[in-house]
T-cell receptor, first 114, second 109 residues
Framework: DAMVIQNPRYQVTQFGKPVTLSCSQT?????MYWYQQKSSQAPKLLFH???????NEADTPDNFQSRRPNTSFCFLDIRSPGLGDAAMYLC?????????????FGPGTRLTVT | GQNIDQPTEMTATEGAIVQINCTYQ??????LFWYQQHAGEAPTFLSY??LDGLEEKGRFSSFLSRSKGYSYLLLKELQMKDSASYLC??????????WGAGTKLIIKP
């Protein structure tokens, strides 16, 4: 089955220790998104890629970086995690940036910062 | 600013019908989505409305009124597995999704 895969599902890191979250997709979608979601809150868009065209949201902290080496893979790097970065990180894909296409989500990575 | 409003929490009884409302104020409109999110899991797509009216899909229906900036999700014949959060999201003029915080639906036997 075509799908969006995120690894790891759970990640524990220490305050200030860099961490990388990964996402892969077999849907061959052009658009990939990274969201941060905290408990009982709306998903917050961090970045999105349209092919290799990178789009950073204005309020995404510099601490967050992303890479998309090819169509299938996308990475979220948190350079110096703080306690406030503990959250669920969701990767999603879409066939197009046209707003009529649904987004397909991976299962998420729950990040804990100690 | 852009804003999506949904009730924080609703409770309903198994077998009953529940309507979850969503009102929005966005810069432009390119469609409205409803997603279901079980606790600790990722959102899954339920419906998409871009024209006014009712879209029916099995036990779930979604309604849109663009002039009122209003949508609702109607769930019929509620089952315990429908206990989840329901998120309303609007695609704005830049095709960015503006998300609501979600409505937590609790189903009681």
């Amino acid at each position: 089955d075509a799908m969006v895969i995120q690894n790891p599902r759970y990640q524990v890191t220490q305050f200030g220790k860099p961490v990388t979250l990964s996402c892969s997709q077999t849907l061959n979608h052009n658009v990939m998104y990274w969201y941060q979601q905290k408990s009982s809150q709306a998903p917050k868009l961090l970045f999105h890629y349209y092919d290799k065209d990178f789009n950073n949201e204005a309020d995404t902290p510099d601490n967050f970086q992303s890479r998309r080496p090819n169509t299938s893979f996308c990475f979220l790097d948190i350079r110096s995690p703080g306690l406030g970065d503990a959250a669920m990180y969701l990767c999603a894909t879409s066939k197009s940036r046209d707003g009529s296409y649904e987004q397909y989500f991976g299962p998420g990575t729950r990040l804990t910062v100690t | 600013g852009q804003n999506i409003d949904q009730p924080t929490e609703m409770t309903a009884t198994e077998g009953a019908i529940v309507q979850i409302n969503c009102t929005y104020q966005t810069s432009g409109f390119n469609g409205l989505f409803w997603y279901q999110q079980h606790a600790g899991e990722a959102p899954t797509f339920l419906s998409y409305n871009v024209l006014d009216g009712l879209e029916e899909k099995g036990r779930f229906s979604s309604f849109l009124s663009r002039s009122k900036g209003y949508s609702y999700l109607l769930l019929k014949e509620l089952q315990m597995k429908d206990s989840a959060s329901y998120l309303c999201a609007v695609s704005d003029s830049n095709y960015q999704l503006i998300w609501g915080a979600g409505t937590k639906l609790i189903i009681k036997p």
